[in-house]
């Protein structure tokens, strides 16, 4: 069976045992700020398992992609140089959350994997582990399923710890866990190896294809085991193992889908020993490479991008062995997406995109890897031991771009070690460096201080009556605030919108009789909203009712931008594709600025389309709506969130355009799309590798910044004596002119410097029948220097010529030698000796060189020392 009909038939079994097929979950985990990377298939289910999610299925099954390549998974190194192990892998994964158990999950691995109708292998061939006192799956084993009991090993605490064991599953220290039982494949006699439990357990005859975890315990930090209450089940199988079996090979990279792969990275390095390590590696890392960029991931120097660059630095560095100098790796995206994109369409749909981002970064790293190499080449030369210092490690990460993997690689290749101690250490050192040169602000939050919660009003109200609840002063709370004091005020009601989701806090104005408090910011904390406050009258004390007013036109002009910036979102995703994602923003009334994915300059073109996008959807005047719903309501409306952000389980959804923009969003808006007037990009620059920034503006200030542009215009108009209609010919006949006249001058220049070259060649010294001219020109300047040098050569034969020019407080030289004698003089040497007499410097060819100097009271002495200088070289 291929691998996509094994993938296609686990998820039609199960659906036909009652499973609800869930489709594959991004690489970046949602909402789940401890995990790099999806690793496994129950981590889009993992709230279900804790109980803090209900689904409208209690049984599911789905095909995970996973990647383990940095955090606790990390599997990189052993990539390409084993036969399982991989960056990239399919998880496929049936689960049950508070339905089946352990009986049915037994049944449900046995048939799938035994049954004619499914797998049909053997049973003879296949072992099982059970935990060493889960009585219950042992039986069912043996009793019920019949696998004889020598094929039954009771694995026990084998990891030095109570439940610490290959068959005891754990979600983390506290928590959900319980027993497994895992079922192993036996590859035959001919394959070194022992039973699971055995001490040649790590051979290859025996390999695990799947792992049933029966989570039944909820385990405290007194490590006490608590019954659940709703027992779980959590399975996976390796998709590349089981095609290993299925198609009666022993290695992952044999299957089908790598031989694809392989084929292709072959022609891609000119390499076709297809059991190459090199090989496996590149056609591995194609895999966990093209599938995050797709999720949205750019390589980067921090979190996931770093993690992206070092595969991608990994595969380029081992086609480099393999001999290829040139880019590679994108081309292989097409092959992935033949062998995978039936199953995931979202490979052809990005696959441009894909190809752009991988061949920037193999444009990006041949440019540091040769030099990154030949330092650390030479760092090998000079080592004493097998150890690599952990400060070569560290530099070659630090100036050329070389991830610890990558050393580390190189390094086992030559039966070498990595000081990773010492290259930790100097990260340490980085680290504080960085934080002594940061910057801070004050805190206004008043961190460590707990405060009661704020009920927001302000999506309705600009104007509300708030009671005091607390007032803070100093970090310190305080019954009272008096004039001229700084300080925080927490109200229990309030108008004033918390700085959130990049959209500035709220300013305004608290009043209460004559006491009169300017609120000039504020900020979030846990579900406290709290004011920073300025007490300009009189004074507010805990207990007070304010009124609370917002300054309106700050508002109106915040959600004019804000608004503005969901609608730019969505023409960048139209205009540049669906990989571009939010990766930070700032909304204030003055401006709005963007940060997104994306690997390149956005061109000018681009920037047109997407402003006259907007402009489209402003000019459609169509109502802005929000509705609060539940998540999984909101991602069927195609709601887009932003990873990392954590939502409750009721969200607001802001539609805008007719559907234009979808998206999950607390801020404050306009009503109509019409309310933002005018929308106009200001600047567009680089801010980190694979991230742009986008700086726009909206209603009353692009109004004025088109007044401003109009008057540029009509005072240049004015100052050309022109009309608007015609400024641009008119400017471009004005730097046509001027160009010809900076050509006419450096001619005049060369002439007048060369006018006299007759006589003054006369003034040449024969030194040995050389020619030997040294020469201040006035009026000259560095251009005609250079080409009454090549005169006087042609003129004079065998000759040394230097010549100077005075240029406001310098003086510029050019020196020049005939072919004829550079293997006895050169240029380069005899503008070095000059310049220096100047204070100067400079260098060139045997032939010409270039200098100047500053000194211009030496001048003369320089040039006369030309010619001793030029009979010392000549020995006459």
Known sequence: MKSAEIRDAFLKFFESKGHTIVASSSLIPGNDPTLLFTNAGMNQFKDCFLGADKRSYNRAVSSQRCVRAGGKHNDLENVGYTARHHTFFEMLGNFSFGDYFKHDAIRFAWEFLTSKDWLAIPSE?????????????????????????????????????????????????????????????????????????????????????????????NRTADGVLHPLPAPSVDTGMGLERISAVMQHVHSNYEIDLFQHLLAAAAEATGNHDMENKSLRVIADHIRSCSFLVSDGVLPSNEGRGYVLRRIIRRAIRHGNQLGQKQPFFHKLVKALAEVMGDAYPELH???????KVLLQEEEQFEKTLDKGIAVLEDALTKLSGTEIPGKVVFTLYDTYGFPVDLTADIARERGLTVDQAGYEASMAEQRARARAAGTFKVDYNAKGLEFPASEFLGYSSLAEQGKVLALVKDGQKVEQLVEGDDGVVVLDRTPFYAESGGQAGDCGYLELGGNRIEVRDCQKQGASNLHIVRILQGAISVGDSFSAKVDSSVRQATALNHSATHLMHAALRKVLGEHVTQKGSLVDSERLRFDFSHFEAVTADQLKAIEALVNHQIRTNSVVATELCDMDTAKAKGAMALFGEKYGDTVRVLTMGDGFSVELCGGTHVNRTGDIGLFRIISESGVAAGIRRIEAITGVKALELFDEVETLVDTASRSLKTNRDSLVEKLEALVAQNRKLEKDLAQLKTKLATAGSGDLSAQARDIGGVKVLALNLEGADAKSLRDTVDQFKNKLGTAVVLLAAIEGDKAALVAGVTQDITGRVKAGDLMGYVASQLDGKGGGRPDMAQGGGTNLAALDSALASVVPWVQEKLGA
């Not at 749909?349 to 190809?355: F, L």
Request: charged share 25%; net charge negative.
């Open 349 to 355: 749909k990005n696959q441009a995109h894909i190809e």
């Open 125 to 217: 061939k296949l072992w099982v582990t059970v935990y060493a006192s889960d009585d219950e799956a042992f039986d069912i084993w043996n009793k019920e399923v019949g696998v004889p009991a020598e094929r039954i090993i009771r694995i026990g605490d084998n990891k030095g710890a109570p439940y610490a064991s290959d068959n005891f599953w754990a979600m983390g220290d506290t928590g959900p866990c319980g027993p497994c039982t895992e079922i192993f494949y036996d590859h035959g006699a001919d394959i070194w190896g022992g039973p699971p439990g055995s001490p040649e357990e790590d051979g290859d005859r025996y390999i695990e294809i799947w792992n049933n975890v029966f989570m039944q315990f």
